[in-house]
């Protein structure tokens, strides 16, 4: 009887999850695509690539005129008396922790800038999906980097990629 039980289970449910998966339509998208090769998305990478390389930039020459205020510092050891060296030496290092502190501040503000336009994009990217996904009668979106293997007639990242272009062509950054 045990077994009767079991195999009736066993039974209902393959026969269950075969005709459920008749009537799915599934599609795959590429979420990575889209952020990176859509309109808002790419103008978004841009703009923090720039800033990026701007502040690098800048920090690289700020970086430059320490390294060679401690070399001065460094040939001026023997001439100067040891409270002017201590002195300048305790200035030297003030400066370096302020450009360190506010290199860390410039990275950390690009980082938070490209996390929330990332998260921007997604909200504007969910309800285009929604309507696409209505419209079409589509039981299931997967991302691409999930799937293992697929035909490329279920891949709706270009409509997506179109409808977001449409909607929402640029990302105010600042």
């Known amino acids: 009887m045990k077994y009767f ?10 026969f269950t999850s075969t005709y459920s998966n008749a009537e799915q339509n599934l599609v795959v ?4 695509y889209v ?3 859509s309109k808002a998305g790419k103008g978004a990478q841009d703009y923090l690539k720039k800033k990026f390389n701007d ?5 690289a020459e ?7 205020e401690e070399s001065d510092l460094l040939s001026q050891k023997n001439t100067l008396d040891k409270e002017k060296y201590k002195e300048k030496t305790n200035e030297l290092r003030k400066k370096v922790i302020d450009y360190q502190a506010s290199r860390r501040a410039s990275l950390d503000k690009i980082s938070k800038q490209r996390k929330e336009s990332r998260e921007i994009l997604i909200k504007k990217l969910e309800p ?3 309507a696409y996904i209505n419209e079409n009668n589509i039981s299931l979106v997967i991302d691409k980097k999930s799937m293992i293997g697929g035909s490329t007639k279920f891949d709706i990242t270009g409509v997506i990629v179109e409808k977001l272009n449409k909607e929402f062509p640029s ?4």
Do not use: P
């Open 171 to 174: 990302l105010k950054l600042k």
């Open 29 to 32: 998208l590429d979420l990575k």
């Open 128 to 130: 285009i999906i929604d």
């Open 5 to 14: 039980v079991k195999f009736f289970v066993i039974t209902f449910f393959l």
């Open 55 to 59: 502040n690098s930039k800048k920090f």
């Open 62 to 68: 700020i970086e430059k005129k320490l390294k060679k």
């Open 35 to 37: 952020l990176n090769n």
